[in-house]
């Protein structure tokens, strides 16, 4: 969690790896005060996207990875 504070972005896409813990590491990441005081974060620009769709490398999963994203940086879709 402490090399978040360097790579500094306007926008987070933040991919969720099914598991038993999943809940209890966002609850510990959103309460943080590194995670608190991203830009992205201050700004409500973090975006959590749909793992297996955005793992995908065949030709129709990148054509939706493309579109969800132009819609969540064109703010014409919230999370």
């Known amino acids: 969690m402490?090399?978040?504070?360097e790579h500094a972005a306007d926008h987070i896409f933040l991919m969720v790896f099914?598991?038993?813990d999943v809940a209890q590491y966002l609850q510990e990441l959103e309460n943080s005060s590194l995670w608190k005081n991203l830009s992205a974060v201050k700004n409500k620009?973090?975006?959590v996207?749909?793992?297996d769709r955005w793992l995908g490398y065949d030709p129709i999963l990148i054509e939706k990875q493309l579109d969800e994203a132009v819609a969540y940086l064109s703010e014409s879709k919230k999370p």
């Open 2 to 5: 402490k090399l978040l504070s």
């Open 18 to 20: 099914p598991g038993e």
């Open 45 to 47: 620009h973090v975006y």
């Open 49 to 51: 996207v749909d793992m």
